[in-house]
């Protein structure tokens, strides 16, 4: 009897692990998003009055966590290229952020990936070369390197 009620607790705990695990998000870089989740929502940001570096030049780096209901958790400013008071409003525009789950994505897998936000650049499709180029050099410097593990590691942030 003793031993039959050992391997159900076993056989309990070893489902319950594989369902717990089946919730972890999978890490993707920011360029995949769109085959899991696609943006249906912005918010609004919280944008100060004054601080520092608000008409700087900038770019912030944020991660975050889709969840299966397509909202964001485990935000946090990776990044802020220069330093100054961008990175709350960053934080602030990706908490509010919304998504909705892709075709391809119909489990609605929870995904762990971040985003790059420009601040003062000019816009990407600019017929002007040099600000094309400007855009495109400060935004590299928030770009995370080695951002999504080996295949099958979760990596989320610890609040």
Known sequence: ?????????????????????????????????????????????????????????????VSYVVEKDGSTSHVKLEKLVPDGDLGKVAVSVVSAMRFAAAKQNQGKTPVFTYVVMPFNLPDASSPNAAERSERARVLAACRLDNFAPAAKEVVVPVR
Do not use: F, H
């Open 1 to 61: 009897m003793r031993i039959k009620s050992s391997m159900a607790m076993l056989l309990i705990l070893a489902v319950a692990s594989l369902l717990s695990a089946a919730e972890k998000p999978q890490t993707i870089p920011p360029e995949r998003l769109q085959n899991y989740w696609l943006l249906a929502d912005t918010g609004n940001a919280n944008i100060p009055n004054s601080g520092n570096n608000l008409n700087a030049p900038s770019c912030a780096a």
